[in-house]
């Protein structure tokens, strides 16, 4: 998924178009709600300590990517 990210950002850049910032947007927030049904379906979800370092990092990495897809390709 990453050397997708990469390619599709190198891509956006070359081309002037936007896709890297609308493919990782649309990951970002795939993955928001699929964290948000989990959330709603398992209340206990992320309650430990490991899992919520897992879940806090995945969500970080995604939204510096989506930040810096949107820098690149802004005109």
């Known amino acids: ?3 997708f990210l ?3 950002a190198e891509g956006a850049v070359d081309h002037g178009s936007k ?3 609308y493919v990782t947007g ?4 795939g ?3 699929l ?4 959330g709603v379906a ?3 979800f992320a309650e430990g300590e490991g899992t919520a370092r897992i879940v806090l990092g995945a969500t970080a990495i995604l939204v510096v990517a989506t930040l810096a897809a949107a820098i690149a390709t802004s005109s």
């Open 1 to 3: 998924m990453l050397a």
């Open 6 to 8: 990469i390619f599709a």
């Open 19 to 21: 896709t890297a910032f």
């Open 26 to 29: 649309l990951i970002l927030a």
């Open 31 to 33: 993955f928001a709600v």
């Open 35 to 38: 964290v948000g049904a989990i």
């Open 42 to 44: 398992r209340p206990a």
